[in-house]
């Protein structure tokens, strides 16, 4: 093979700074296809993922503004997401309480391999995690963490029915017979370091449950995706390092000429554990979820999982080998070929199912790995697209027999054919993209419209805001024959996938408030005659409410320092778009945002002697600055008896 790692390293140079700088838009065409006048909505949903942000940002599509920011794995300070004691434990792992993670892939959920506007799963990556997004109110509903995995990257890519959702270790572990963690020499890899893939069930209400998972060989397992009609019962994982080296991976685990792409028959693998087959095995795992009846996040601590060994169960696994370190692998709208992103290969590959599965009826193998059968390479590849760019990552479809592949050497997006498999267009973009996505692009049913780039490097595209940039997403118009770049626009965090979802899907089911009738959390208050302070030995919980635009109770003695003071806080406001917040010096959390409806709580832990000021953070009226109040903290041995009261002066 021509293609060596310095010679990637000189063209990574060569391209990496100096793409022809020129911005081929501009025209009052781009400017018009992305104009949303105010006070009009955009036409998509773009959930991007937040990269190390650890957040779900979201962002209008085609205008590009920013929305909103979901708070998914990372504590979030503007509306208290993970500070607050109703959402802290969304955030509980094995590795005790962890508030951030690097979250990669947001999918949509789908029926009949079509996007659905349910929800949006996200994995993490580095406490691996996946978590589940509830589109009626864009907020985190279920976090379930995945045992015996370490780097959870393939994930959270959706079968076409959300019956699963997958991850799979990007980091191999070492597991003994017993598959339990072991603790060896690192230089033991290659005897002792397995992968696993899972696949993690979820309900009609979207609950997830880890269902079982597959013993892999110690490869790195990459990237995801389901597959689709014909493939719908199978789902396809990219593998680097099948050298399994342990160091220096950059040249250690690029020495194959391939690599291999695993295919899983979901269906069966899922039928065969429904009938029995398999072993428990050692696998703590963290669940948290939402209790949408009482506001209140919930966790529950699993200790086994189910594993499935491939050598004592023929046919739910395959090895597809693929050249040079894959990294994306995506499936076309049919479900019928299967393209592989070679970051290192001269070539894009693309499998057929077709052949895949006449090569399984076959025999036809070059070998197997553990138990698993690996498929003749030029059996079942239907093509290798030449030109596709240097440094191919991923590529998303539009509907109309096109596909489109990120190229991040050579910073471009080409267009190929599905028919020819030849490339028909080409387009620079600035700079390096990853991943790209198309609405619908990885579904059965795409919306060919669309395509934005998400590219990794910034540098001189927007005013410079010092050494560090945000990132930059470009829109590109992809309906005529040739592409047509629209817009940039910069995005927070380190946006890798993303997904564009129809505002229709979304917008008719839209939770504006909640209901203060069905709010069931044990500490709220309804009225505010209801509003009380009570002491409960060294704890003192004040049950409070707000409303424009005062508290109650605003004013509260008798708190002594070393109490521990809990703020219930209940927004008993009905009407959209009428949020109060709550504040206390000295607090060591953040505030509290509460929607109408909801109750919310801080805790907060006087340290000194003192008269302390509360008030509400957002401005919700024309006296929003008048809605404060005073909490008196006395000394510890002192006997001022707790008393609270509002509008009345004494
Ligand atoms: Cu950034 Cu999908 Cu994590 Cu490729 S991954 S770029
Ligand atoms: Cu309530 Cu400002």
Redesign the pocket.
């Known amino acids: 093979m021509w293609w060596s790692v310095p010679l990637i390293a000189v063209l990574a140079l060569t391209f990496y700074g100096c793409p022809s700088q020129q911005n081929l838009s501009g025209s009052s065409d781009a400017a018009q296809k992305v104009y949303v006048a105010p006070g009009e909505h955009d036409e998509y949903y773009g959930m991007f993922s937040g990269g190390y942000s650890g957040q779900l940002p979201v962002y209008g599509l085609p205008s590009g503004r920013h929305l909103y920011t979901v708070p998914v794995f990372t504590q979030s300070a503007t509306n208290g997401y993970g500070y607050n004691e109703e959402t802290r434990p969304m955030l509980m792992t094995t590795h005790g309480y962890v508030p951030w993670d690097d979250a990669?892939?947001p999918e949509g959920s789908q029926t009949d391999g079509e996007l659905d506007g349910r929800w949006v799963f996200m994995n993490a990556n580095n406490t691996p995690r996946i978590a589940r997004i509830d589109l009626t109110n864009f907020q985190t509903a279920e976090i379930i963490e995945i045992p015996n995995s370490a780097g959870n990257?393939a994930s959270s890519f959706v079968t076409v029915n959300t019956e699963y959702v997958s991850a799979a270790t990007r980091f191999s572990i070492p597991m003994d017979e017993d598959l339990e963690n072991m603790d060896v020499p690192i230089s033991s890899y290659a005897e002792n370091f397995k992968g696993t893939i899972s696949f993690i069930k979820v309900g009609d209400e979207g609950e997830m449950s880890v269902d079982f998972q597959i013993l892999v060989p110690g490869f790195n397992y990459d990237?995801s995706h389901a597959g689709k009609g014909p493939s719908e019962d199978w789902a396809f994982f990219t593998s680097y390092n099948s050298e399994e080296a342990h160091t220096l991976l950059e040249r250690n685990a690029s020495r194959n000429d391939k690599d291999f792409i695993a295919a899983i028959n979901w269906r069966k693998a899922a039928d065969l554990v429904a009938d029995g087959a398999g072993e428990d095995i050692p696998g703590e795992h963290y669940r948290n979820y939402m209790d949408h009846d009482q506001q209140l996040a919930k966790s529950e601590l699993i200790e086994t999982v189910r594993v499935l060994d491939p050598a004592e169960h023929p046919g739910i696994i395959y090895y597809l080998p693929t050249p040079k370190s894959p990294?994306?692998v995506d499936v076309d709208p049919t479900g019928q070929y299967i393209v592989a992103g070679g970051k290192l290969s001269s070539v894009l590959p693309v499998h057929s199912f077709e052949k895949i599965q006449q090569a399984i009826e076959n025999e036809d193998y070059e070998g197997e790995i553990d138990g698993i059968p690996v498929l003749n390479y030029n059996s079942i590849v239907q093509a290798e697209v030449e030109n596709a760019g240097i440094g191919t990552?991923?590529t998303e479809f539009d509907g109309n027999g096109y596909a489109y592949t990120t190229a991040f050497i050579s910073s471009e997006i080409v267009k190929w054919s599905l028919e020819t498999f030849e490339v028909v267009d080409r387009i620079d973009t600035y700079y390096s993209p990853?991943?790209l996505m198309i609405p619908g692009g990885d579904t059965r049913n795409p919306d060919g419209k669309y395509l934005v780039a998400l590219n990794k490097i910034t540098k001189d595209r927007y005013l410079p805001t010092g050494p560090e940039l945000f990132h930059s997403a470009q829109l590109i118009d992809i309906s005529g024959d040739k592409m047509e770049l629209l817009l940039d626009f910069p995005t927070d965090g380190e946006p890798?996938?993303a997904q564009g979802i129809r505002a229709d899907l979304i917008v008719d089911n839209q939770i504006r408030f909640y209901e203060l009738e069905g709010n069931n959390h044990p500490d709220a208050v309804k009225t505010e005659s209801e509003a009380r302070v009570e002491r409960d030995g060294n704890d003192v919980h004040v049950y409070m409410t707000s409303i424009r635009s005062h508290f109650t109770p605003d004013n509260i003695e008798g708190v002594k320092v070393g109490d521990n003071v809990y703020f219930h806080l209940t927004n008993i406001e009905q009407d959209w778009d009428v949020p109060h917040g709550f504040a206390v010096m000295g607090a060591q959390t953040s505030e509290l945002l509460v929607m109408p409806g909801e109750t919310r709580t801080l805790v907060w832990k006087p340290k000194k002697v003192g008269v302390y000021p509360f008030y509400c953070t957002d401005f919700c009226s024309a006296l929003h600055q008048e809605m404060q109040g005073y909490v008196r903290v006395s000394p510890e041995d002192s006997d001022v008896e707790i008393s609270y009261r509002t509008g009345t002066e004494g």
């Open positions: 990669h892939h990257h990237l990294h994306g990552l991923h990853g991943h890798h996938y």
